[in-house]
């Protein structure tokens, strides 16, 4: 009858990854309301197209976002973000467009289940491993960033195969496996920086394994810790030769240029920890985050224990310290590659009690069935009423998109009214610009000294934009932005303004006499709010 189990197991774990896709189905959008993937997007196409990584743009009112540094070899600008994930987007690209990168994390997130349920079926039953995944897919947070269009996703599921293949490698020695776990965990540094930090993992792992294998002569067991720790040390050594060309040192990446990478101390983690609190024990970890701290510790042999104290510590102390700690998920997402330790840890713990089969499933039940309790609102919803507003902004930037895709041409010159200048700059090879940057006090405040719990911005960069608008008024940054149509217009490109039908005033109020407008896109928001598209033209 052990096919009969295996098909048990097989059709729970398809209900689990059915739960999950259900969820993205419901909550996928083409869009959304923020600039940040937009130098993921960017700089995947540039990939994708094979064109120099860097952009060179002289133009001041493009490329202002906070991740935007200037490259130390003058070539341009780039994304401060690690490169890795922005590869992966390139081959979505490929093979999907502009909307296609958008099912990179969905896809990530899938299998991150499967290497959770993978991990966790080395540490407990098959039963445990199930209400693990289950929980875990339950977790709005989870599934929220899953349909969303930044690393995090992706690197949780290179993290969580990672240390799959490194508990499995701690049982069996194999050289291979070794190599799969040091790549997998290597790989998940170029996704995220921060995934450097779980290296202290390898630690206990490598003691664990020569002391459970001392039958292995010692040349063995020395081949394979070093395919480990060469295999892992791959990819790091490509970062550490892609940040020698762009920001100038083998050690210096992208946050360093604008000061993250040190904003690091341990007065942010004591002024951070209500904010901790509140991340794992009423967003990702709801019902878990007491009981999976227990289940840390207290089961397993010693090296299993100290790897999961390892993998949990790195993770919290590292985001814990960090200086940018604002009470949502801008800063609750830093903690999901912690995540699944917890949900691991907890039902391991029951899963390892000393009671009858019946008891310890129907605890895991209900440990599983809290967490969805507790999660089901936000995860059944794709725009629960605390993330209404995000939903819409996201609906609206994908249909501008799609709007502008279809009625624009590939080139074309738009000016948008805030949030189309998110995503839409990355489409076809549009030039988008906010018209909210073309005003004097919007400038002042984006680019004046920095903000508590606000993103840093590169240093010399921040001050050349402050300095912009200082030395501006309204007129002469209105009179820049007809440059920039004029200039457009005179090279036979397409130019239009992307508004709300509330701000068709702007057009007739602050538009050269000799330039007229044509309607030529018009929607309807889930707000009921109407957007147009217009084409600027001669008269």
């Known amino acids: 009858m052990k096919w009969l189990r295996w098909a048990v197991i097989s059709a729970a774990l398809v209900g689990v990854l059915a739960f999950y896709a259900w ?37 001041p009112f493009l490329y202002q976002g906070h991740f935007w540094v200037d490259a130390a070899d003058g070539s341009g600008v780039i ?25 990179a994390s969905p896809v990530f997130g899938g299998l991150a289940l499967l290497g959770l349920f993978a991990l966790t079926r080395q540490w407990m039953s098959a039963a445990g491993a199930l209400f693990t995944c289950a929980g875990f897919a339950s977790c709005w947070m ?16 290179f993290i969580v195969w990672g240390m799959a293949f490194l508990w499995r490698w701690v049982e069996n020695p194999d050289p291979l496996v070794a190599i799969a776990a040091g790549l997998t965990l290597g790989a998940a540094c170029t996704l995220r920086h921060s995934s450097a930090a779980l290296a202290i993992v390898l630690l206990p792992a490598i ?14 067991r020395l081949f394979t810790i070093a395919s480990l720790l060469g295999a892992y040390a791959a990819c790091p050594l490509l970062m550490a030769f892609y940040n020698r060309h762009f920001f100038g040192s083998f050690t210096a990446t992208g946050y360093s240029l604008t000061g993250e990478q040190t904003a690091l101390s341990v007065t942010n983690l004591v002024n951070n920890l209500p904010v901790i609190q509140r991340a794992l024990g009423e967003n990702l970890a709801i019902f878990i985050w007491p009981i999976g701290l227990v289940g840390l510790v207290a089961v397993g042999p010693w090296h299993s224990r100290l790897m999961r104290v390892a993998w949990f510590a790195a993770v919290f102390l590292l985001y814990g310290s960090y200086y940018y700690a604002p009470q949502h998920g801008g800063y609750y997402r830093f903690f999901l590659p912690l995540a699944p330790v917890l949900y691991a840890a907890a039902f391991l713990l029951i899963d390892r009690c000393n009671a009858s089969c019946v008891a310890r499933w129907t605890a895991m039940a209900l440990l599983a069935g809290g967490v969805l309790y507790f999660n089901w609102g936000q995860v059944t ?18 249909t501008a998109a799609r709007v502008a ?3 624009l041409e590939p080139d074309a010159v738009i000016f948008a009214w805030p949030q189309g200048e998110c995503h839409v700059g990355t489409r076809q090879r549009f030039s988008v610009y906010n018209l909210e940057s073309f005003s004097r006090e919007w400038g002042l405040k984006a680019f004046g000294p920095p903000q508590p719990n606000e993103p840093l911005m590169q240093e010399s960069r921040r001050v050349r934009l402050l300095d912009l608008y200082t030395k501006s008024d309204d007129a002469a940054l209105r009179a820049m932005r007809d440059q920039i149509m004029w200039r457009a217009l005179a090279g036979n490109r397409e130019v239009a303004w992307i508004i709300p039908t509330s701000k068709e005033s702007l057009l007739g109020d602050t538009l050269p006499a000799a330039l007229h407008t044509r309607l030529v896109g018009q929607w309807s928001q889930l707000n009921g709010q109407n957007w147009c598209i217009y084409q600027i033209v001669r008269r």
């Open 79 to 103: 994304p401060k973000f690690a490169p890795g994930y922005s590869m992966i987007l390139s081959l979505f690209y490929r093979f999907g467009g502009d909307e296609g990168m958008f099912l």
């Open 381 to 398: 919803d794709p725009a629960p009423s605390h993330r209404h507003s995000w939903y819409q902004k996201s609906n609206y930037v994908a």
């Open 405 to 407: 895709t279809s009625t």
């Open 23 to 59: 969820f993205q189905v419901r909550g996928f959008v083409t869009g959304y309301p923020e600039t940040d993937p937009d130098g993921y997007f960017i700089l995947a196409k540039r990939m994708a197209h094979h064109q120099p990584w860097a952009v060179h743009e002289p133009d």
């Open 207 to 220: 003691a664990g394994m020569w002391w459970y294998r001392w039958e292995l002569l010692p040349g063995r």
């Open 142 to 157: 989870f599934e929220f960033y899953a349909t969303y269009p930044l690393a995090h996703v992706v690197q949780l599921a």
